[in-house]
């Protein structure tokens, strides 16, 4: 089992993907966020909050597009 950290993600401090979860190419994933289960952030996005399982989110800061729970970030 593994998670996928594209060229220059960033991940800070205590930050934590989970299994099967990606962090596209320049994004960054502050300190204390979790990633879920096959969750994605999407290329250049800046996450701020935990990212529920299977949830994809974008942007700076990243919003979830799709999947996940009604918000998906917590």
């Known amino acids: ?4 950290l594209a060229v220059g993600a ?6 934590c993907l989970e299994t099967g979860a990606y962090a596209g190419a320049r994004s960054v994933i502050r300190d204390g966020v979790i990633v879920g289960t096959g969750a994605v952030v999407g ?6 909050g935990d990212l529920k399982p299977g949830a ?5 800061p990243a919003r ?4 996940g729970s009604e918000s998906g970030l917590s």
Do not use: E, K, P
């Open 1 to 4: 089992d593994f998670a996928t």
């Open 10 to 15: 960033t991940l800070c401090g205590g930050a």
């Open 43 to 48: 290329l250049g996005s800046a996450l701020f």
């Open 56 to 60: 994809v989110a974008v942007g700076c």
């Open 64 to 67: 979830v597009v799709r999947g």
